[in-house]
């Protein structure tokens, strides 16, 4: 029997963060948000989806999501899936609604949410995790959910087939060795720009002495405060440890080279977004310089507000990034997701999706499991991003433990925020705002 | 005595053009709209911009609107182009709002609205056309309206006055071409997709009649049609004028090199657009590939949705594109649009600002004409795009005769719209949606 989906119920959920400086970075500073989608069916089952939003605006991403909510209302799950890359399509390219992006920004993020409600959807019906959905796919049914629109050049679905095949002896083993050990993970919990020294060094030795192998701080204040709790962080987690550092965009192409110079004593593994999302060639000669600064330890890594497939497709075309940090709901959901993990496989960048925020811990921990199990094939430079925030709020939270994540057991994409919590920071009504 | 902004009126103005097949290409079709923006001040002198939408979703540029007004309601005009970077950065890098974006798509095209309609605003309260107000700006205030984050390694401010100073020589003279003949223009009006054979061949006849030189037509559709209706067109017009082709981002990299290889005996001027905007690498590639299928005599042309003055960077860096399209209200206003003209003067690019829709051409007349005034200096390869749509609707309209744009004379912007247009195509309330 199929299921109908017979309406799209979309929830502007705030949490108010940002008095307590966590999240705080050289860019934003806000109220952790979610525009929270249900997909309501005729059957007892529910699809959940969510893109991550900051505070203000989040009612902007919830007029796109109704916007666009007609893509799926009265379709049955069966029929979207039967042509994903047409269903994929209605809502990234919708005739009067692409003007809007094109394939980015808002409407890319309301799209995100609906896509991944609706595999949230059929991984509930299917009874399975979304990873578990997502693996068990046969290779044929991966590569017709992608919309290879713009990205031939870089990626064909034959290539696609081949390295879906290629990467399928040991699949067993890996499964197992995830089962007994999880997924590793890092923390960005210990160094956000609005905590003082004292906090930053006090989190750090309270991550070691918890398990965490790597620990990410976040830089782009003046030159010398980053310098300084570099260093604090360097001297708490030993020259074993790894420490990555993030700037969100603030810096130039030229200042970036600069301040890496600076702070390459600390030994970072990756700078993590050095300089504007957008600029693919401003990356590449960041990653040429720092590769030389550093005798190739390290890497540039960027993605958590890359657009679409197009921008992946370029940072991976002219080598500027060694790790491919993809969001879960800032691209048109798990199908752009998809062709990103794929040309990564082709193009031999690792991925560590962006996490944090609110419920991106949840998604992204099936990306990665999906991506060791089909694609990847190694944990080498493999790690999800662990924030611990808010995670009480969702029915199915990420366990971690000893610095890495254990698999989901739960079927669907882990996103289902509980009903008390969304009427209670539902915005502007909910308890906690009025 | 300073003006004070004391409200922020926005209105969803939507014109049901979508039935004629105006308007329709590869890639859009719908109603062409406004998100439309009014300054109420404590004078009598309102500042009104808009950003061009294409119909459903139009609520949704202007929820960002609305999300971003408070970044000028209660400041003075005074006080906001005392330090023009801070205002500008205060719509385009909010720390909450940002995220949306980041600078590009919804939140991008809201802050473009709310900045020219303050630029509309201060031109009003001088009494000035907008290209006047702009065009007698000192060079040092017209850079220090730009803001040079993340294009430094591109242009710096130093560089920006070096160019404008280059190009003072001459300015009476051509302004008093300008008044004497207009400023040259092209009609996109006869080639939309959605219209048949001999409605091309006549429109183009007529095009031709009123004085037309250069008409442009869309491709995108099934290349033997292409190849067919640009065959007529180029038999209409002869062999003189010149024939422009707009693909609107439907082509694949490689798809668009053969597809040019099939239109090139039409001998296009330019192709427009040929593969997704966001693919600086693509356009590159294909520039390449074009200027070599035809001996130098086509270029790529794109820019009316690339998101932000960074895009714009890489595009001119790489050489992919022959002549920058930029568009008055994708990019977040006049200050953005000022930073692509530097850069495109820089790199020796020719400007040809995206219009039609709705109010586009009414904006970007101004831009040409300041950009030749004290950047460009030469007519050559200098056109600005013309549809015949909508103007009735605006107080101001453009005046095109012959070919030509003349010179608008009424202060401010010219994209206010008459008060009887918003109260009828006000959607959902107004008479022609009710």
């Known amino acids: 029997m199929p299921t109908t989906i017979i309406g799209v119920d979309v929830h502007d959920v705030r949490f108010p963060t940002a008095a307590a400086g966590d999240g705080s970075d050289a860019l934003n500073r806000g109220d952790y948000s979610a525009t929270y989608v249900q997909l309501r069916t ?62 980015k920004g808002v409407i ?34 991966l590569v017709a959910s992608v919309d290879f629109g713009h990205i031939t050049d870089a990626l064909t679905p034959g290539e696609a087939l081949e390295l879906l095949e290629k990467a399928a002896p040991g699949y067993d083993e890996r499964l197992a060795l995830l089962e007994r050990d999880g997924f590793p993970a890092y923390t960005t919990s210990v160094g956000w720009l609005g905590y003082p020294d004292e906090k930053v060094r006090t989190l750090t030795r309270a991550a070691v002495a918890d398990g965490w192998t790597a620990v990410k701080m976040k830089v782009g204040g003046p030159i010398e405060d980053d310098v300084r709790r570099a260093g604090i962080i360097r001297e708490e987690i030993g020259p074993g440890r790894l420490l990555m550092m993030d700037a969100n965009q603030v810096w130039d192409v030229d200042e970036a080279i600069a301040n890496m110079g600076r702070l390459a004593p600390a030994n970072p593994y990756w700078i993590e977004e050095p300089t504007h999302a957008d600029d693919v060639l401003g990356h590449a000669k960041i990653a040429r310089a720092v590769r030389e600064l550093t005798d190739g330890r390290c890497r540039v890594a960027t993605g958590e507000v890359a657009a679409n497939r197009v921008i992946f497709k370029q940072l991976f075309q002219t080598g500027a990034i060694g790790t491919c940090q993809v969001d879960a709901c800032r691209v048109a959901g798990v199908n752009e997701v998809l062709a990103t993990l794929l040309m990564a496989a082709k193009f031999g960048v690792p991925v560590c999706p962006h996490a944090g925020g609110v419920g991106l811990c949840e998604y992204v921990q099936h990306l990665s499991i999906f991506d060791f199990l089909r694609l990847g094939t190694t944990l080498e430079h493999r790690m999800i991003e662990y924030v611990d925030h808010l995670h009480e709020h969702f029915t199915d939270p990420v366990l971690v433990r000893g610095g890495r994540y254990r698999l989901p057991t739960k079927p669907g994409y882990s996103v289902e925020l509980r009903p008390e919590s969304v009427a209670t920071y539902s915005f502007p009504d909910g308890s906690a705002w009025s």
Chains 1, 2 share one sequence.
């Open 108 to 141: 890319a993020m309301a799209a995100g949410a609906l896509i991944n409600a609706a595999w949230d959807l059929r991984a509930r019906l299917a009874g399975k995790p979304m990873w578990r959905l997502l693996a068990e796919l046969p290779a044929s049914e």
């Open 42 to 103: 005729d059957s007892e089952v529910t699809g959940s989806g969510l893109t991550f939003t900051n505070g203000r605006g989040n009612e902007i991403t919830c007029a796109a999501v109704r916007a666009l909510a007609g893509h799926v209302e009265g379709r049955t799950v069966e029929d979207l899936f039967a042509e994903p890359v047409a269903f994929s399509r209605a809502l990234t390219a919708d005739v009067q609604l692409r003007w809007l992006g094109p394939e």
